[in-house]
């Protein structure tokens, strides 16, 4: 933008330039033919001539007295001078123009100086937001290709897990299998052991009245044994008693 601002400017004041150019190559040659009209009339420079025409306007283009073909010439040289003050007009204007536009450009120029800067600026800012952005790629890049890695690492523990957890499910429902077969077989025998605890206090139970049956039956016996001890016991001692007063009589 600030190239083709450039450009147009540049264009412009050539345009300017060319102008000028025509008109003070026009100029001159109104100049040499009024130096031809008047006879031995130097002009040093365009302010000399210009006063020099206005005083001698007065006596030597004075239209009285004059032909048709001097009258013509005089009038001639009045459009020239006319339109020579209106040329110098407009070169003067044209003067300020290029002074305006050569403040114009020095203006662009500066901002040009300063967008240039900025622009510099701005690209180097633009380097560094490109090497970050780099960066954080590299970075994103390597971390999806560590996700990937973990993900693949990860599905394949999980496999394994879910591989061994099947066998150790297997063996689980296995052993809660034998388990339960182990309970029932384990209540059957304990219950055959209660039938036999049960029979067998059943037996020792008749065991225990046979046994107290044994022992009062013992017991009888023994009173009996001990009542007839005492009896012969007694009548041993009667006998001996009597036979012991025969003798002493």
């Known amino acids: 933008m600030a190239s083709e601002t450039e450009k147009k400017g540049m ?9 000028q150019n025509q008109l003070e190559k026009k100029s001159a040659e109104q100049q040499e033919v009024i130096a031809d009209i008047i ?3 130097p002009s040093n420079t365009m302010k000399e001539s210009q006063q020099s025409v206005t005083d001698s306007n007065k006596n030597l283009f004075s239209k009285d007295n004059q032909d048709k073909i001097a009258l013509d010439v005089l009038v001639s040289i009045e459009n020239i001078l006319k339109e020579r003050q209106l040329l110098s007009y407009k070169y003067r204007g044209l003067e300020d123009q ?6 114009a450009i020095n203006r662009f120029k500066h901002d040009l100086i300063k967008r240039d800067q900025l622009l510099q600026e701005k690209n180097k800012e633009i380097r560094e937001l490109e090497n970050n952005l780099t960066n954080k790629q590299m970075r994103y890049d390597q971390l999806l290709e560590d996700y990937k890695e973990y993900q ?27 388990s339960t077969n182990a309970q029932y077989q384990s209540m059957l025998k304990v219950n055959e052991l209660e039938d036999k605890v049960r029979n067998l ?7 225990a009245e046979q046994y107290q049956k044994l022992v009062d039956d013992k017991a009888e016996l023994m009173q009996t044994i001990n009542d007839f001890t005492e009896r012969m016991s007694f009548s041993f001692s009667t006998k001996a008693t009597a036979s012991n007063l025969s003798q002493s009589e």
Do not use: D, H, R
Request: no cysteine; proline share 0%; net charge negative.
């Open 98 to 103: 290029l002074f305006t536009a050569n403040e």
């Open 11 to 19: 264009g412009w004041f050539k345009g300017v330039l060319s102008n």
């Open 152 to 178: 693949l690492t990860s599905n394949m523990e999980y496999e394994k897990i879910s591989n061994q957890l099947e066998t150790e499910t297997a063996k689980y429902n296995k052993l809660i299998e034998e």
């Open 201 to 207: 206090e059943i037996e020792n139970q008749k065991y």
């Open 39 to 41: 006879v031995g009339e």
